[in-house]
């Protein structure tokens, strides 16, 4: 069957409000829906062409870039093709962050990416902000083109769509963790921590990484990054490996910056 993966990207409807962030605690998550006939029959009106039951190779040549969905892997035989006559292959995110304003917040991590990026929109809204929640979370990032009264915004951001968005420079960027996943995808670990790294790629000494102290592959990776590096720990009681961010001493959090703690 035919499938629509992320129709905000191609049909973009018209302007309206939304919620600053979704609802806390409990997450849904949109599934890929069936394209229905009229759909498609509405895209095709808006002067797009479709091709059904394969990938022409040639429709590359005659293309500027390649947007290509995260799940779809590498060594598709379309991408290669991409990939070998120098077509740009990108993704969602990198479409917004080439017109992105506002500061972006960037999470990732094998595992609680969702919790921490529902909970970071929620902290920021009582807070006062208004932040727009999404990414790999469920909610498409063209859908911020329709809000611009957002000031802020927090992605969940998997390896994949990390892959895929060369201009991302979050002004904030946090790692939890890297446990064995994607093995289907990715060579070894080592590949796959390559990819996760990529959320820092841009950032520089004017930017925040905020990464897990307790996972020994992200404290590895905390001595190569260029931002100011907040470690966190629920294992540690002294600051061995990092100067600033927060641990857990005598059963309470403790926080330290710029050497004082909190």
């Known amino acids: 069957g035919c499938y629509i993966n992320n129709p905000k990207v191609i049909n973009m409807p018209p302007r309206a409000s939304t919620p600053a962030c979704p609802p806390l605690p409990r997450v849904k998550r949109e599934r890929r829906k069936q394209a229905r006939p009229g759909e498609l029959l ?7 062409q ?13 293309c500027d870039w390649v947007l290509a969905s995260p799940g779809v892997p590498p060594q598709n035989a379309l991408l290669q093709r991409a990939a070998q006559i120098g077509r740009p292959i990108i993704g969602d995110i990198e479409l917004l962050c080439r017109e992105l304003k506002q500061p972006l917040l960037g999470i990732t991590g094998t595992n609680g ?3 921490a990026v529902s909970l970071t929109g929620h902290l920021l809204q009582q807070a006062g902000f208004k932040p727009f929640v999404g990414g790999n979370i469920g909610t498409p990032v063209a859908e911020l083109a329709k809000h611009p009264e957002h000031d802020l ?5 998997s390896s994949f769509q990390l892959e895929t968005s060369p201009s991302l420079h979050p002004r904030v960027a946090a790692l939890l ?10 060579p070894d670990m080592r590949a796959y921590g390559a990819a996760k790294e990529l959320i820092f790629k841009h950032q520089t000494t004017a930017d925040w990484a905020v990464m897990n102290m307790d996972d020994a592959e992200v404290a590895r990776m905390s001595q190569r990054v260029k931002a100011r590096v907040l470690g966190f720990s629920s294992k540690r009681g002294h600051w061995d490996r990092f100067s600033d961010g927060a641990l857990v001493r005598s059963k309470k959090i403790v926080v330290r910056l710029d050497g004082q703690e909190t």
Do not use: Q
Request: charged share 25%; hydrophobic share 40%.
């Open 50 to 62: 479709l091709f059904a039951g394969g990938h022409p190779l040639e429709l590359v040549e005659r």
């Open 113 to 115: 990416k969702t919790t």
């Open 42 to 48: 509405a895209l095709v009106g808006r002067g797009m």
């Open 177 to 186: 963790n890297i446990t064995e996943d994607h093995l289907d995808r990715y």
């Open 153 to 157: 915004v927090v992605l969940e951001l």
